[in-house]
């Protein structure tokens, strides 16, 4: 399966600032997943970045506050801005195809002060 | 809506006590269910997938089984190594393209020495 790197692995952000995450895979991948996992909570989909379009979002989420850039098929990056405390949370970056399950990075730890 | 609702939301096990974690699923039309082991600070691992009822897997100490209704994972004689959560997730047929997964919460294993 494909290796999955994500950074930074953690930060701490003041309010009002922006993080870019990245998420680098070592094999071409057509789609690309980033999610956010909440303490106690399940793995919620932000978007799905797909080389060549726009990534597509789910309900509750905007590009905006989140937006997403695919450059290629091994790179994707999820901005978080104007931080608030209320996007303390686990980012995380995952790889999939059409038959295959999803296979995911080891995340981004955000906490905002 | 999809759903996926995972029991009991934590277990703790001495080491060689057999017992099995629930997944209950909605879903219109199941095109595959997911296990995934999660350890802290890492993202989640893949385990299996099950597609029809009736299918069984098997990875080690850990058995996965598959109804029109639920999936459990049976851990036989656990060690304290396989304490993790685990994490369920389904995602529905669709008719072209790719179709969203849906995660459960999870279930927090402890395997006490």
């Known amino acids: 399966s494909a290796v999955i790197s994500q950074k930074p692995s953690r930060d701490i952000c003041q309010r009002g600032t922006s993080l870019t995450i990245q998420c680098q895979v070592d094999?071409?991948?057509?789609?690309m997943f980033w999610y956010r996992q909440q303490p106690g909570q399940s793995l919620t989909l932000i978007a799905t970045a797909n080389q060549g379009s726009e990534a597509t979002y789910e309900s509750g989420f905007v590009i905006d506050k989140f937006p997403i850039s695919r450059p290629n098929l091994t790179f994707s990056t999820l901005t978080v801005s104007n931080m608030s405390p209320e996007d303390s949370s686990i980012y995380l970056c995952s790889v999939g195809a059409v038959d295959q399950p999803q296979h995911f990075g080891d995340g981004t730890r955000l906490s905002i002060l | 809506e999809d759903q996926v609702t995972q029991s009991p939301e934590a277990l703790r096990l001495q080491e060689g006590e057999s017992s099995s974690l629930n997944c209950s699923y909605t879903v219109s039309g199941l095109r595959g269910l997911f296990w995934y082991r999660q350890d802290p600070g890492k993202g989640p691992e893949f385990l299996f997938t099950l597609y029809s009822a009736g299918e069984e897997k098997e990875k080690e100490r850990l058995k996965a089984t598959l109804t029109k209704k639920e999936s459990f994972l049976h851990i036989t004689a656990p060690k304290p190594e396989d304490s993790a959560t685990y994490l369920c997730a389904v995602q529905a047929r669709a008719s072209g393209g790719y179709q969203k997964v849906t995660f459960g919460t999870g279930t927090k294993l402890q395997v006490i020495p």
């Open positions: 094999s071409q991948v057509t789609m």
